[in-house]
């Protein structure tokens, strides 16, 4: 048989070259972006001072959902503060559907519960 | 290179080939895919870290608040309740608290106005001046130094002046907060003096905390009292898996995972069975021919997998979540400027892989190996 | 040497489609030699062809190839034999599609591990050998009837078998493109293979390079017993 060379046109990268270096390549963004996040360095100091002002303020909720007084304190929340424009009103705030509604809501005395 | 592993690549070759040669519907299926992991991921990412730094924060919340009732509803607490908690055998220390929402129509957004107590002359706030959140600062395009308006629902009107914004990285908890000093606040909300919004109690040990709260509120009947303990709970069901839209998303998500699987598992294109036969004719054995199959599936789900975990990890912490900010907000207008700690939870990003990966490639295996096993000339016929 | 006794193949059996495709055939097939199986459509040729290149398997009946038995062996190691020994030009040629003519000769050698560089230069060494070098990097559906033949070829020979089978070759080719064939077929034989052939063709039948002419009819062979 003739011995003719193989011709660049049919040189082409290999698929699983192709697939290791698309990997690669998402192993590099991914990195990338833990580097890019990562290098604060406050980050340890930053949460100190978020606790000490919970602590100062004597806070009790994520200042998230700011519409209205049960999505913004749900664990100073009371049985009734989602229906506290009538009986029959429905939840209408998204963020209702975002927080489980605390499950102990005393009408008033605090039941003893096993933890 | 040893024949095995050639082997190996060999048919990675073939099954990138096989692939490549419906560009568009593999491309497109994997752009889906990884697109429904995105969102599945985003979600995740962005509740965890939520939930982990709401739980650090407020783990050094009040051990017990203290909050009058009336008809089921709030009511404000009296200088005799205050002192009558402060005779309780195991409270070290007893704060009232004044603090109230107020709805701006300047900044068209709620805020949270508050009095920091007494026994932290740190914090203490001088008479017409504010400490404002992140969150306020931006709505009302506030500065160290600039004025800040505030209108009361009655119409009474108050002038500070901004000494502070809180930094940033306590945004989670205070973006929304305006720091008053109390004669202030007291005149604003017209309240007289002695009416207090409720009561945080410090317990001098923490394992007393139910005993206490179960004693203070035979003191106080009409009380309700909340603990740390419940704080920390409801911290815990933010973005709860287990209700709401989370949970609406998940099961869509898995919905679109099953009906990818099932595509898969519904059997093979008269095309594909013929190309199964003629690989068996030629000499490829069934173990070759699931192999390829795998790797084809295995790249389908795989890549969509990881393109989706990595564009959801830079969504959230990179862009703190930026897709969700209008679901999120919902009423508020306020939303606070996140500055998330990224971290991953190797746990749930686990299960969200075999979510994905598994059920794909195991609905491949079943039509692929009844296929191949058969000899291959029924197969052609 | 290839030897058969026995053989029957009925498909479908119990229901009522059962086809006897075979009746008891018996064949020695000798080493390097043409030998071609003629006989109308529906005269079992084609399925001795499949039975002979373990492409299925004997109903009743054994198989020896070089005195060793593989009727009877398992899956795995039918095809283990038939990788070591056959290579197929099937009638449709069976080309995988979207692919191209370089990688469908290249197919069948993909799961011995062999090197790859290695087995790109001889695949085209091949395509080469039978003048479409040119074609190589193109779609199998791209190519003409002659064409997609000599790549068909040169998958069968990509992983050097001692039996090439060829069923019908000539059912689509002219005048020009089956002379062409017979010269392959007789290169095929210069060079110690054995080749195996089906056809009714005439042109195939009566040509020169054919040592054996076995005529089959209504699943048995009714001619050319050596």
């Not at chain 1, 001072?49 to 009790?60: K, P, Y």
């Not at chain 2, 000494?163 to 007291?186: G, K, N, Y």
């Not at chain 2, 190309?275 to 068996?280: A, D, N, S």
């Amino acid at each position: 048989m003739t011995d003719r060379p193989l011709p660049r046109s049919l040189a082409g990268p290999r698929g699983s070259t192709l697939a290791a270096a698309t990997l690669a390549a998402l192993l590099v963004v991914g990195a990338a972006m833990v580097a890019a996040t990562g290098t604060d360095r406050h980050a340890a100091a930053d949460g100190a001072a978020a606790r000490d002002l919970v602590a100062a303020l004597a806070l009790s909720d994520v200042a998230l959902f700011t519409e209205g007084r049960y999505t913004r304190n749900p664990s100073l929340a009371d049985l009734h503060s989602a229906f506290q424009d009538g009986p029959g009103s429905l939840e209408h705030f998204p963020s209702g559907s975002l927080v489980l509604a605390p499950r102990d809501l005393p009408g008033g005395r605090l039941e003893a519960r096993e933890e | 290179m040893h024949p095995a592993l050639e082997r190996r690549r060999h048919l990675l070759d073939f099954a990138v080939r096989s692939l490549a040669r419906r560009p568009t519907k593999n491309l497109g299926l994997v752009v889906v895919y990884a697109l429904v992991v995105f969102l599945l991921a985003s979600v995740m990412l962005f509740g965890a870290a939520i939930r982990r730094e709401a739980s650090t924060m407020l783990a050094q919340g009040p051990e017990i608040t203290a909050q009058a009732m009336v008809m089921g509803r709030h009511d404000l607490a009296r200088t005799a309740d205050v002192e009558a908690l402060r005779g309780l055998r195991g409270v070290r220390r007893v704060e009232p608290r004044l603090w109230g929402y107020l709805w701006d129509s300047a900044g068209a957004a709620n805020y949270t106005l508050m009095v920091p107590p007494a026994s932290d002359p740190a914090r203490r706030v001088a008479k017409g001046k504010a400490v404002v959140g992140e969150g306020v600062a931006r709505a009302r395009k506030l500065a160290v130094g600039k004025m800040l308006f505030l209108v009361s629902p009655s119409g009474r009107f108050l002038r500070t002046t901004v000494t502070e914004i809180l930094p940033a990285s306590t945004a989670l908890v205070s973006s929304d907060l305006v720091l008053l000093e109390e004669s202030d606040f007291r005149a604003f909300f017209e309240l007289p003096a002695g009416v207090w919004t409720d009561v945080a109690l410090v317990v001098a040990n923490p394992a007393e905390v139910k005993t206490v709260a179960e004693k203070a509120s035979l003191r106080l009947p009409g009380f309700r009292f909340v603990t740390r303990a419940d704080m920390a709970r409801t911290a815990e069901a933010l973005f709860s898996w287990r209700e709401g839209l989370a949970l609406a998303l998940l099961a869509g998500a898995l919905l679109a995972f099953v009906i990818l699987a099932f595509d898969k598992a519904s059997g093979l294109s008269a095309e594909e069975k013929r190309e199964i036969g003629i690989l068996k004719a030629i000499g490829w054995e069934t173990s070759d021919v699931i192999a390829l199959k795998l790797w084809e599936g295995g790249l389908v789900s795989g890549f969509a997998f990881l393109i989706g975990v990595v564009a959801a990890w830079g969504h959230v912490f990179l862009f703190s979540a930026g897709l969700f900010e209008p679901v999120l907000k919902g009423w508020s207008t306020l939303y606070p400027r996140l500055a998330l700690e990224p971290s991953i939870d190797a746990l749930e990003l686990a299960t969200l892989g075999v979510l994905t990966v598994v059920p794909y490639i195991a609905a491949i295996l079943v039509p692929v190996w009844r296929t191949a096993s058969t000899d291959p000339d029924a197969v052609m016929r | 040497m290839i030897e058969l006794s026995g053989l029957t193949k009925v498909y479908n059996q119990g229901r009522p489609n059962q086809v006897e495709a075979l009746r008891g055939v018996d064949l020695a097939i000798a080493d390097g030699r043409v030998t071609v199986l003629r006989g109308p459509s529906g005269s079992g040729k084609t399925t001795l062809l499949t039975l002979i290149g373990c492409l299925a398997r004997p109903t009743t009946g054994r198989i020896r190839i070089d005195g060793e038995t593989v009727s009877g062996l398992p899956e795995r190691f039918l095809t283990q034999v038939r990788r070591r020994t056959f290579g197929f030009v099937f009638q449709r040629f069976n080309l995988v599609r979207g692919l191209s003519a370089l990688d469908n000769v290249m197919l069948p050698a993909l799961p011995l591990g062999v090197a790859h560089r290695r087995l790109k230069e001889k695949a085209f060494a091949l395509l080469d050998h039978f003048g479409i070098a040119e074609r190589a990097g193109l779609a199998v559906e791209s190519l003409s009837g002659g064409e997609a033949q000599r790549v068909a070829i040169a998958r069968a020979l990509i992983n050097d078998p001692a039996v090439v089978i060829a069923d019908e070759p000539t059912a689509s080719l002219d005048g020009e493109r089956v002379g062409q064939f017979i010269a392959i077929a007789d290169e095929l034989k210069r060079s110690g293979k054995t080749v195996l052939i089906t056809s009714h063709d005439p042109r195939i039948t009566r040509a020169a390079i054919v040592d054996t002419l076995v005529t089959m009819a209504d699943g048995r062979i009714v001619e050319g017993t050596p």
